[in-house]
């Protein structure tokens, strides 16, 4: 039997950005993957799906395994030859049992790794703005936890050290023992005064923060319902907030926004998103499918220099297209006599990059548009070729042939419902716990319709706001039942974003004058 091995990986804070490069390289190679509940499931999306995934969280009141069964298990799968992954959150030999689990695994006679994680106690103090050391503010740094091992007789926390010999304490697990953190430290000697900072879910665009002092930080929680998990930061430190924050100053921080686009599709909309300070969340409801059938394209490339134009209306146009021309070892020149149309800068990006001259792409990104530009151009009796997806709109197909355009028309790909999302998800959407519902075409709204059940349309339409990328999209969703609340200027990624930020902006000033 091949030997196994475990290797004790750190998930880091909550943002998957902070996963390590060497983390994630190993958690695409496990067999079976062993986590906890603070992993972001973004990081998750990385496991190869025929990895088995056991969850283990623990929470305050709830263990998925006692750590007795976590260890047992671990040797369970690596006695059976496995390579086996126990991702948990920050670091996992910072107050994260790893090194038990180490003790465990070498104690019964088998090999692992330690892959350190980014630990929330530098981390998290430094996305809400808190420097842990300063210069001016504190040379020195306990982190301690703030939940001791149940029914130890005597704390090993050394409270005087604490209080008075460190600038900055950041204590771990600990909002529930808030109190008593709070009265010892007082109690041997640090300042009633002294600076508090409490971060909830820090490095995430859901993070919270709240401020006070030693003497009326617990009332300030109790007021709040501020709820665990945190990392709570006490010093002089904690004033630097107020001039360094950073992150919730991103102009689309603290906002849910559901990505309907194609898996294969969303990844720029969905990193914009999470670089502005949002939180995407994806709920693909197209797939792209390529065309079975795909003889009228073929027939189209033996005939490639008697079109006088060719019209990508898509990048998946692009893509599929020059896939094909590649597949049939056919070679790029053979389009040197077609002027080249693209509808808007990605479709034109795409056929760029592959070293065409694109004629132009119009003023505005949808079929209208392009007729508008190619009524002075095109000739009557000229050919164009217009490769596309299933169900495209037929306003420029017909107008054309209405000019005595003669229009070849190939089908390379249909938008297709997504499989199965998450109950969760859906729950999500359902219950309004998101802020924003973004549709980049008119099949990803019907598609997502289809997902949720039209009857629950309307509910989602009144707890979500609807933002579409552009008029046609629009249309779509307003005969779905959705009333539109935003439509993009420009019919772009770059324009649903700047549509997604200044609505944000009018909501807090909105609150913000309320």
């Known amino acids: 039997m091949r030997e196994g091995i475990v290797y004790l990986i750190g998930a880091g804070p909550g943002d998957p950005g902070l996963f390590t490069i060497k983390g994630r390289a190993l958690l695409a190679e496990a067999e079976v993957v062993v986590y906890d509940r603070l992993v972001n499931s973004d990081i998750l999306s990385g496991v190869r799906p025929e990895a088995e995934l056991i969850y283990v969280g623990k929470a305050s009141s709830h263990h998925a395994l006692r750590q007795e069964q976590i260890n047992e298990l671990l040797v369970e ?15 996992p030999f910072l107050f994260g049992r790893g090194g038990e689990e180490a003790e465990y695994i070498r104690n019964h006679g088998f090999d692992y790794e330690v892959i350190p994680g980014v630990t929330s106690a530098i981390a998290v103090p430094a996305y809400a703005g808190i420097p842990v050391t300063h210069r001016d503010a504190a040379s020195s740094l306990a982190i301690i936890t ?31 023992n808030l109190d008593l953190i709070t009265n010892n430290l007082v109690a041997n000697g640090k300042r ?18 709240l401020t006070g002092t030693l003497e009326n930080i617990n009332r300030k929680v109790k007021e709040s319902s501020f709820k665990p998990p945190a990392v709570i930061i006490v010093g002089d430190v904690v004033k630097l907030r107020g001039q360094l924050n950073w992150i919730e100053n991103k102009p689309l921080f603290g906002q849910k926004i559901v990505v309907t686009r194609a898996r294969t599709q969303a990844s720029r ?52 297209f020059f896939a094909e021309l590649r597949e049939q070892e056919l070679d790029i020149r053979s389009l040197h006599r077609s002027n080249i149309c693209a509808i808007g800068p990605a479709t034109r990006k795409s056929l760029e990059e592959r070293g065409l001259k694109v004629e132009f792409i119009p003023e505005e990104y949808r079929a209208e548009g392009i007729l508008q530009e190619l009524e002075s ?72 319709v289809t997902m949720v059940g039209r009857d629950n349309v309307l509910r989602v339409d009144k707890k979500v706001k609807v933002a579409c990328i552009g008029p046609v999209t629009a249309e779509t969703a307003h005969a779905h039942g959705f009333s539109v609340d935003i439509v993009a200027r420009e019919y772009t990624i770059d324009g649903l974003l700047q549509a997604l930020i200044d609505d944000s902006n009018r909501e807090l000033s909105a609150g913000s004058s309320g």
């Open 77 to 91: 799968k690596v006695a059976a030859g496995k390579k086996v992954v126990r991702l948990k959150g920050g670091d």
């Open 146 to 176: 703030g939940h001791e091992k149940p029914g130890k007789q005597e704390s090993s926390i050394k409270w005087p050290q604490l209080a008075q010999g460190i600038d900055t304490l950041v204590f771990l697990m600990g909002i529930e």
């Open 192 to 209: 009633p005064d002294t600076p508090v900072a409490l971060v909830r879910w820090g490095t995430l665009p859901s993070q919270e923060v």
């Open 269 to 320: 909309l969905v990193e914009e998103i999470n670089e502005l300070g949002g939180e995407a969340i994806e709920f693909p409801s197209i797939v792209i499918q390529k065309e079975a059938n795909l003889n009228s394209l073929y027939n189209a490339f033996e005939h490639l220099d008697s079109y006088n134009w060719i019209i990508f209306t898509s990048v998946n146009a692009v893509d599929i």
């Open 377 to 448: 151009r095109v000739k009557k009796g000229e050919w164009v070729l217009l490769p596309r997806a299933r169900g495209a709109r037929a306003v420029l197909l017909d107008t054309l042939r209405q000019w005595g355009v003669y229009v070849n028309e190939v089908i390379l790909y249909e938008a297709v419902p997504a499989g199965k999302v998450s109950k969760a998800r859906i729950n999500d959407i359902l219950e309004g716990r998101i802020d924003y519902l973004t549709f980049t075409s008119s099949s990803t709204v019907s598609n997502f």
